[in-house]
């Protein structure tokens, strides 16, 4: 018998470890400033007429870091800053809480809409819960915006009253071009009134150029009606010239800046101060405006063009995010059965959303859609890829026991020294293993070591019991072959009980000898049977005297090896062949008499007697071996 060892490489690639993908890319930003720009949270400088230099300064970053707090505590932060600060100083602040308050929202809904998902299979019908905090929030922001809303009709309040002092102020100066009395103290007056001029706030925008207009006309006029002395007046000329010049540079400046809603704002306050600078000489004055003009057009197209260019730029990142959104759909078209098909469409998904992630804004009617369309996909493709894993988990769980009970298999069958049937029992094992799918990394390694160990255990006994049979099979072969020697070499004596009772020994020898190697089997078998045979024929013994010395001398080794079962299992098979004999005589001697009436039938009746003979030789054989095996019991 030959060891039947199993390699290990009959289990290459046994325990395929399940690797979590890539989770998608993060959009928390973009979704938190989406969440945070609703129309009810949104504030427009242009809607409310507040002052939207003060806003710009404010809304620089916030000097409190709010990210470290709840959206409690945030909400707690924003009711203190209503309380204690006016609209004008809050934007910055305030828009830092609600930029806050959102990234925890959008994560706290998310993780809510997972737990939906891994309770029920899929996010269809997953309504976000009414958030208090939320509700809250929107009150605060309501409470702001009235704020504000409170200051910018104060402020413009203030402007009306600004107008009817700068009307006012139109009036004085009228009534300067009728006086007629001291130059100086008419000029000091003329002078104190400018500076009032100055000083006066903003008017509303409504009015803002015809009440310049007036006033610089009067101005105009003055210097024109009134008989000034002409080197104070080429002085102020002077004076006015040089302002106005540095407006011109600094608005040809602004050309050159990359922020071009800044340079717009600055030149808007150009203006203003272009408004209150007195006139300059005639031979001056429209030269110099036409200047300023020029670089306040430039400037005016440039913004312009920006926001038509930005208008474009979007129309096209919206077509573009549109593309990605279908490939994206496209995906969840059909749902993958295995991993290795999960991991491709997520490398694909990945690529989209990176490449969303390159993309400038839409236009803002269609951002926020055309956002949650493509987190929409990207979520339902996520879920769907979750679920899977999560059933690949429960599955390897479930794997992990088959193969924790295969090795308790295994480790007792690893004991045994039922060689063959161990051997068959293990393969079957090791073939059931193959079928179990993938287990948890974390256990892999050690359930494959513990099943390989048991059955290396047994294997390794095996091969050395038989690495010793093997050396006892060589043995036996040189004993045999020398046996069969002795066979063809004996010569029987003129005492045929002598020589019966040598071949016996001869049989007997054999028997105890034990097994050889197989592939010697049939081939010593063969030459111990033709030397035998050749004996019995040199002493002219029977057929049924050869059958029964034969079956005595196995009987006697079975006796000794098998015992009283292999004895009852012997005598058993001898009473089931006497009955098939007893039979077929029966059978045979039936037919003959039918065979007798049939024309040449002779030679078939004489064969069935032959066998009827033959049978009965065997019969006689057949009851005195059972004799023999009761005679031993």
């Keep these: 018998m030959e060891s039947q060892e199993i390699h290990n490489e009959y289990f290459e690639g046994k325990d395929a470890d399940i690797q979590p993908l890539q989770e998608m890319v993060d959009f928390s930003e973009e979704e938190t400033q989406l969440a945070a720009s609703s129309d009810e949270l949104q504030i427009d400088d242009d809607d409310d007429g507040t002052d939207a230099d003060a806003d710009a300064e404010s809304a620089s970053p916030a000097a409190v870091a709010y990210d470290g707090l709840n959206r409690a505590a945030l909400l707690d932060a924003l009711a203190k800053l209503l309380d204690e600060k006016s609209a004008q100083d809050l934007k910055g602040e305030v828009e830092a809480i609600k930029v806050a308050f959102y990234k925890k929202f959008t994560l706290e809904q998310e993780l809510l809409r997972r737990e939906f998902v891994e309770q029920n299979g899929s996010a269809e019908g997953f309504v976000p819960p009414d958030d208090e905090l939320e509700a809250r929030l929107k009150e605060l922001f309501a409470r702001y915006k009235k704020m504000r809303a409170d200051l910018a009709a104060k402020q413009e309040q203030e402007r009306e009253a600004n107008l009817a002092q700068k009307l006012a102020a139109i009036e004085e100066l009228k009534c300067l071009l009728e006086r007629q009395d001291d130059f100086n103290a008419i000029f000091s007056d003329f002078k104190h009134l400018q500076a009032r001029w100055r000083a006066i706030g903003a008017v509303p925008q409504p009015r803002q150029k015809e009440v310049w207009e007036v006033y610089n006309y009067n101005v105009e006029k003055f210097y024109d009606v009134v008989k000034i002395n002409k080197e104070l007046r080429e002085l102020d000329f002077k004076k006015n010239f040089e302002l106005k010049q540095l407006l011109c540079e600094k608005s040809e400046e602004l050309l050159l800046k990359d922020d071009v809603v800044k340079a717009f ?25 036409e200047r300023f003009k020029n670089a306040t057009a430039q400037v005016n197209k440039k913004h312009t063009d920006y926001f038509e260019q930005q208008k474009v ?28 098909e999960w991991s491709e469409k997520t490398l694909l998904l ?46 390897a769980q479930r794997n992990l026991q088959q193969k924790l009970d295969l090795c308790a298999q295994a480790e007792i069958l690893s004991e045994s020294d039922d060689w063959k049937k161990t051997t068959d029992e293990l393969i079957k094992l090791q073939a059931q293993w193959k079928k179990v799918g993938p287990v948890p990394h974390k256990q892999s390694d050690a359930v494959w070591k513990r099943f390989r160990t048991a059955c290396n255990k047994f294997f390794d006994h095996k091969k050395e019991h038989f690495a010793t049979q093997d050396a006892r099979y060589d043995e036996n ?19 045929p009980s002598d020589s019966l009772a040598a071949i016996k020994e001869f049989q007997q020898r054999w028997t105890e000898i034990g097994y050889a190697p197989l592939k010697h089997k049939e081939r010593l078998q063969k030459n111990y049977r033709e030397a035998i045979d050749a004996l019995f024929e040199a002493l002219h ?93």
């Design 477 to 495: 072969l040189k004993k045999k072959e020398e046996l069969i020697a002795a066979i063809k070499n004996f010569a029987p004596s003129d005492n």
């Design 313 to 340: 730029e979007q129309q096209n990142n919206w077509q573009l995010k549109q593309a990605l959104c279908e490939k994206a759909e496209e995906l969840l078209a059909t749902t993958p059965l295995l991993m290795k």
């Design 541 to 633: 013994v029977s057929d049924a005297d050869r059958q029964l010395i034969n079956f005595k001398t196995r009987m006697a080794s079975s006796s000794v090896k098998g015992g009283r079962g292999q004895i009852s299992h012997e005598r058993e098979k001898l009473v089931q062949h006497l009955r098939h004999l007893e039979s077929d005589i029966q059978l045979w001697e039936n037919n003959i008499g039918f065979f007798a009436q049939s024309k040449n039938a002779e030679k078939l009746v004489q064969d069935v007697k032959n066998n009827i003979e033959k049978a009965r030789r065997d019969v006689s054989v057949t009851i005195q071996k059972l004799k023999l095996l009761d005679s031993n019991t």
């Design 265 to 289: 704002r600055e030149l808007q306050k150009y203006h203003e101060q272009w408004r209150d600078i007195g006139p300059v000489s005639a031979e001056f004055r429209n030269s110099l405006w």
């Design 350 to 395: 990945l690529d989209l959303q990176k490449m969303w992630k390159t993309i400038g804004a839409a236009p803002r009617k269609e951002s926020n859609k055309i956002f949650h369309r493509f987190k929409s996909a990207c979520n339902a493709f996520f879920d769907s890829r979750r679920a899977f894993f999560s059933e690949q988990k429960a599955e």
